[in-house]
């Protein structure tokens, strides 16, 4: 079974619609992120839009974090979430559930389907182990 415990940078997150055309992506062309899960089983990620400048007309950054515990079977990692900076909807006191694949150090998260801009996205997140 593969073992999360250990830092994960992101290093891309793919959307796409119901008929898998690519959309642009979460957190703009340059996104940054890390999670952490230790062996308490305690897990903690933040992800932002990392561009020094936000494009003309673009006020507010993209930002999330959250921590838990977290149970990991080899294919689901389930976060129970006791920390967020998300209010609505609020998290705190949810279980994120992400499927889970390995591809050599990386591992890719797959989000729950979420409405931006008026369309259901699909999102899958690239994390690469770095420590």
């Known amino acids: 079974m593969h073992n999360l415990i250990g830092v994960?940078?992101?290093?891309?997150?793919?959307?796409k619609d119901k008929d898998g055309n690519i959309l642009p992506p979460s957190?703009?062309?340059?996104?940054?992120?890390?999670?952490?899960?230790t062996e308490h089983n305690r897990m903690m990620v933040v992800i932002c839009d990392g561009r020094e400048h936000l494009p003309?007309?673009?006020?507010?950054r993209?930002?999330?974090s959250y921590a838990g515990t977290?149970?990991?079977?080899?294919?689901?990692?389930?976060?129970?979430?006791d920390c967020s900076t998300?209010?609505?909807?609020?998290?705190?006191?949810?279980?994120?559930?992400?499927?889970?694949r390995f591809d050599g150090n990386r591992v890719i998260l797959t989000a729950p389907p979420?409405?931006?801009?008026?369309?259901?996205q699909y999102r899958d997140l690239t994390w690469e182990k770095i420590a």
């Not at 957190?27 to 899960?37: A, S, V």
């Not at 977290?70 to 979430?81: H, I, P, S």
């Open 114 to 120: 979420v409405e931006i801009d008026g369309i259901i």
């Open 56 to 60: 003309e007309g673009m006020t507010q």
């Open 70 to 81: 977290y149970r990991f079977d080899g294919t689901t990692l389930v976060t129970a979430v």
């Open 8 to 15: 994960w940078r992101l290093v891309d997150i793919t959307n």
């Open 62 to 64: 993209e930002y999330t």
């Open 86 to 100: 998300l209010t609505n909807p609020p998290r705190v006191g949810t279980d994120q559930v992400r499927p889970a």
């Open 27 to 37: 957190y703009g062309p340059l996104k940054m992120g890390l999670i952490t899960f």
